[in-house]
């Protein structure tokens, strides 16, 4: 049985031997609702690669003491990918950005794309990049994920094509492409963003300004996926191509 995992703050004297204090909201997940009891394995990660398994030594009203075991430097992926997501109506866009951070996803920008029915405008700005961060927090932690995405403050299609140069790659999910997304070369190392639009598709004025920016526009099959689906066919197309699945 796979055991349970929390994030929290690692510190350098958390070594094998040890004992490592889980307290704070993640404690009280862990002891509220989750139930653990002494003797259960565990596992606790900082986020950013450091993972430690050990068994419940104590259990406290507000606290777990763990017994560590195992003290684990997860390095990050050789490629890095982002999803660029586009704003959304409903729960689409979060369902996008929950499914691609189970899939092995870095990090992740909000995207105030042309045709984006859903608008975040002055404190919707802060309280959605919130929202946003908790659910991938949420996500890399049910699917045991060493890293956790960050999401980054919501972009306009201006911003985001300054954003964009810094990546090694970019790929936009444009239907109807001339090159499909299996043509690609993929970098051995580096960053990829991978852009999707909203449920309107992006814009031609959008799909110019990437392509004269550098991007690379691909279509991926025949037909059209929803923005909900898009970006997750596309991360585990992509991490199988960089064998993330071997």
């Not at 763990?66 to 999803?83: D, G, I, M, T, W």
């Not at 997501?85 to 951070?101: M, P, Y």
């Not at 996803?105 to 919130?130: F, H």
């Not at 492409?177 to 449920?199: F, M, Y």
């Amino acid at each position: 049985m796979v055991e349970p995992m929390f994030f929290a703050a690692i510190g350098k004297d958390t070594v094998v031997g040890s004992t490592f204090v889980l307290s704070g909201p993640e404690a009280k997940h862990a002891v509220s609702v989750r139930r653990m009891l002494q003797g259960e394995a565990i596992a606790v990660s900082d986020g950013a690669g450091v993972k430690i398994r050990g068994k419940v030594l104590k259990v406290g009203k507000d606290t777990l003491d763990v017994n560590v075991e195992s003290v684990e430097l997860v390095s990050a992926p050789s490629v890095q990918l982002h999803l660029v997501q586009a704003l959304a109506k409903g729960d689409r866009d979060e369902l996008a950005i929950q499914a691609c951070t189970e899939l092995g996803l870095y990090g992740v920008i909000p995207w105030q794309a042309d045709r984006s029915i859903s608008i975040w405008k002055d404190e919707k700005k802060v309280k959605g990049q919130t929202r946003w961060q908790t659910i991938v927090t949420e996500a890399a932690k049910q699917s045991l994920r060493a890293f956790v995405p960050v999401v980054e403050s919501v972009q306009t299609s201006q911003e985001l094509l300054t954003r964009l140069s810094s990546f090694d790659l970019v790929l936009v999910l444009d239907p109807e492409a001339k090159d499909s997304i299996t043509q690609v070369g993929l970098p051995t190392s580096g960053s990829v963003a991978l852009v999707i639009g909203p449920e309107g598709g992006i814009s031609e004025a959008e799909l110019k300004a990437f392509a004269d920016a550098g991007c690379s526009l691909v279509r991926m099959g025949p037909g059209v996926l929803r923005t909900s689906t898009a970006g997750m066919a596309a991360v585990s197309f992509l991490q199988a191509k960089l064998g993330e699945w071997n």
